[in-house]
């Protein structure tokens, strides 16, 4: 089974600020990565697939990297509306999620 | 849009037969999913079937007590849910392709006596 590993497990950053969430894999999912932010009583939403690229209608501050075992999502400029709980996802072999990175507000 | 709709209170070693609808969207074509998260934990991956239900997929937790089917003229998901344990007990959602780009508002499931 593939695990998924994300850092950190919470995050504090106030709005305006770059903000970076990375995710492992436990062997290469070439670039089979997706990543999601959840609020409270809601489903996931997608915000990238295929390690990089942005979903339609997702803002532009959300960008995604990496290939292979390391992964990376960004948010380039924090917005009251991004705190939330963000995971990724590997469907390369079945589907894993990683434990969950929980944005606070500082 | 997908709805799902099944879910409740069942015993342990009991059964629920969870509901995915699809409106606005034809699922024929498109690899399905069953999702499901415990209070206060992350998403988990149940089941899955390939677009014309030729193929099923399982998660080690569930293989041999869950049933995943589709009936694309119906434009719906099922997931049968036999021999429940309490560890069963989760919101479970039904979602679309491989990277999941559109999910159902969830279905509650609790597994008590």
């Known amino acids: 089974d593939i695990q998924m590993t994300q850092s950190p497990s919470t995050l504090s950053a106030s709005v305006g600020d770059r903000v970076t969430i990375t995710c492992r894999a436990s062997?290469?999912?070439?670039?089979?990565l997706a990543w999601y932010q959840q609020k409270p009583g809601k489903a996931p939403k997608l915000l990238i697939y295929e390690a990089s690229r942005l979903e339609s209608g997702v803002p532009s501050r959300f960008s995604g990297s990496g290939s292979g075992t390391e992964f990376t999502l960004t948010i380039s400029s924090l917005q009251p509306d991004d705190f939330a709980t963000y995971y990724c996802?590997?469907?390369?072999?079945?589907?894993?999620f990683g434990q969950g990175t929980k944005v606070e507000i500082k | 849009k997908l709805v799902e709709s099944g879910g409740g209170l069942a015993q342990p070693g009991g059964s629920l037969r969870l509901s995915c609808a699809a409106s606005?969207?034809?699922?024929?074509?498109?690899?399905m999913s069953w999702v499901r998260q415990a209070p206060g934990k992350g998403p988990e991956w149940v089941s899955a079937?390939?677009?014309?239900?030729?193929?099923?997929y399982y998660a080690d937790s569930v293989k041999g007590r869950f049933t995943i089917s589709r009936d694309n003229s119906k434009n719906t998901l099922y997931l049968e849910m036999n021999s429940l344990r309490d560890e069963d007990t989760a919101v479970y959602y039904c979602?679309?392709?491989?990277?999941?780009?559109?999910w159902g508002q969830g279905t509650m499931v609790t597994v008590s006596s």
């Open positions: 979602a679309k392709e491989y990277a999941f780009d559109i």
């Open positions: 079937i390939s677009s014309d239900g030729g193929g099923t």
């Open positions: 606005g969207i034809t699922l024929a074509g498109y690899a």
């Open positions: 062997q290469s999912i070439s670039a089979w």
């Open positions: 996802q590997q469907y390369n072999t079945y589907w894993t």
